[in-house]
């Protein structure tokens, strides 16, 4: 499979990438040799095999369903780059 | 010169060789009191001071080590102390350090500056070390050479033979060989002796690969061995910590400290942590070790040959028995990853949207803004693998790729599970494929060529497994060389043991020259 340049534009805009025009063909042939490159997975009989999900055997640890941590928005917002009364700030979203 | 100049220098001389002692000397020694911990680390500040040129370090915190050190001093004064007590480190700029920025060498992380500290280097500062700074790595960890860091290139302090680089411009016969990556700032500063040891992390390679192009020795525990809490994430099933050291005790007593459960990381596993440094110099008599025949690739240089025929002699001098394995679906480890990895990095990098932390470019509305500033924060590297992943996780191709991939890393598995099974303690192979390259001569014109740097280290990250790279020759160039040695889940004593065996055959690997300094 290979991807063409719309395809290498709509993935962009689903990564939120902005990928310049001038950038497409680039991306497009990088793109391109990967797919390539994992094209030889198709020999691999994979029928009846269950795809990894946890690569070591462990069960989900759990915890009590209780707040233990919390009270700290100033750090929180600490590295934001515009934050106003321990708000995140972000341009209007909703006109 | 004058005699106080003479003293000076006389001083200076005694303080910079304590840079050369291993991470286990320093410790005897500060324990003999026969230096403190101020002059080992002032003797390491003064090291990393001397070697910007090789841009080991993105940022030094000469403050915070001669802080840490003086508190050491007080305890061990008072016959006190932790396991790394007064000990110098690097810290890879990937893990988190309260008030002390971290940027995973990323434009898009800027000037983030944590406000709280990864559990793994918490345990180091627990356990009595010193940090000497954050070290440089490819950009999120994603890179063979450490040429993808928006801090800049790293160089490898190994040089050709005959090269005469040092003398500048125009005495440049080769070029600057790279470090390996991801973590090249820590192998580079542990080879140079800029620290005595560093951390490191490895999705695919990345504490291996660069071990062996430097002459160190790394190690990747079992996934779940160290808690992944605080370290930025790259993929998430693949990641792990484990430490850079000089020596394969050095690293057994590293990983100690940086190894327990975690309950932040639901995928640390709660198994108790055994006293690596007690298996150095324990038998290898009667393991079986398994030599897979897949890694016999094609075009292998027969200096590679030749190294890893030399691991299985010194291993059988030593009473281990050798027996030949298969490992059916090796060659299909490196593309699995290259869609396993990026997947999951498409997913953890999401979060860097311009809103909580680190750049933000100005858009029209809030979309244009995530755009903006994710185009202008990450590098090319990491833009195409996040493209990848987007692109293969995306609706109509998810099956195809990242659900074949998963079905082909359950095989991956297998292969080992049935060699363990078997009876096989563990494995031996070549770390590398080739010895350390110059800078910008791979993986310009098809990002594959580089990728094929992993070929013998990604098997195990795609099945959990610890692996362990220790320096065991050189190249025709003078250069190191490394075997990789890999375990049972969660068996790294068994890898120390046979490093050790290793290491007593080949010798360390001490840098020729501060052409440098």
Known sequence: MSVDAATVKRVAHLARIALPEGDVAKMQAEINAMLGFVEQLNEVNVDGVEPMTSVMPMAMKKRADVVNDGEIAAQIVKNAPQSEDDYFMVPKVVE | ?517
């Open chain 2, 1 to 517: 010169m004058t005699l106080s100049t003479a003293a000076r220098h006389d001083r200076l001389n005694h303080m910079t060789d304590l840079t050369i002692l291993t991470l286990t000397e320093a410790r005897d020694g500060l324990r003999a009191k026969a230096f403190s911990a101020t002059e080992l680390a002032k003797a390491h500040i003064a090291a990393v001071e001397d070697a910007r040129l090789l841009n080991a370090y993105v940022l030094e915190t000469p403050e915070i080590a001669l802080k840490q050190a003086a508190a050491s001093d007080a305890k061990l004064a008072k016959g006190e102390g932790g396991a790394l007590e007064g000990l110098p480190l690097g810290i890879k700029d990937l893990y988190c350090t309260a008030g002390t920025r971290t940027t995973a060498c990323s434009n898009i992380l800027g000037n983030f500056v944590p406000t709280y500290e990864s559990t793994v280097t918490g345990q180091l500062w627990r356990d009595g070390a010193v940090m000497l700074g954050k070290l440089n790595n490819d950009e999120f960890a994603m890179g063979s050479s450490n040429e993808t860091s928006c801090f800049g290139n790293v160089i490898n302090p190994w040089r050709r033979e005959g090269s005469n680089m040092d003398v500048g411009s125009a005495g440049i016969e080769g070029t600057y060989l790279v470090p390996g990556g991801s973590s090249g700032g820590s192998s580079s500063a542990v080879a140079a002796n800029l620290c005595l040891a560093a951390t490191a992390t490895d999705t695919g390679g990345s504490i291996r690969q660069p071990a062996a192009f430097t002459g160190t020795v790394g190690i990747k525990p079992t996934y779940g061995r160290c808690s992944r809490w605080g370290i930025v994430a790259f993929a998430s099933s693949l990641d792990q910590a484990g430490p850079i050291g000089k020596s394969v005790r050095d690293c057994a007593v590293m990983l100690r400290s940086m190894s327990g459960h975690d309950p932040k990381d639901t995928t640390s596993v709660d198994i108790a942590v055994p006293d690596y440094e007690k298996a150095i110099g324990r038998s290898v008599r009667g393991m079986k070790i398994g030599i897979p025949k897949e890694y016999r690739i094609v075009g292998m240089p027969a200096e590679i040959e030749k190294l890893w025929q030399d691991g299985i002699n010194w291993l059988k001098a030593a009473g281990a028995e050798i027996v030949n394995i298969s490992l059916p679906h090796t060659k299909y480890a490196l593309p699995a990853y290259y869609i396993v990895a990026p997947a999951e990095a498409s997913s953890n990098l999401a979060r860097y949207d311009g809103v909580r932390y680190g750049l933000r470019e100005q858009g029209r509305d809030i979309a244009d803004m995530y755009e903006k500033t994710r185009a202008a924060g990450f590098g090319r590297e990491v833009k195409r693998r996040i493209m990848i992943g987007t692109y293969v996780l995306s609706a109509g191709y998810y099956d195809a790729y990242y659900l074949r991939a998963q079905k082909v890393r359950t095989l991956i598995k297998k292969d080992f599970e049935d060699i363990f099974a078997a009876g096989v303690h563990a494995i031996l192979t070549p770390a590398t494929p080739s010895a350390a390259f110059g800078i910008g001569e791979k993986g310009s014109a098809d990002p594959v060529e580089m990728y094929l740097n992993d070929i013998f280290t990604v098997t195990v990250n795609m099945a959990g497994l610890p692996g362990i790279a220790v320096p065991a020759g050189r190249d025709r160039q003078g250069l190191p060389l490394a075997l990789q040695l890999i375990g049972r889940p969660f068996d790294e004593e068994t890898l120390f043991a046979l490093s050790e065996v290793i290491e007593q055959a080949a010798g360390r690997f001490p840098i020729p020259s501060r052409w440098w300094a």
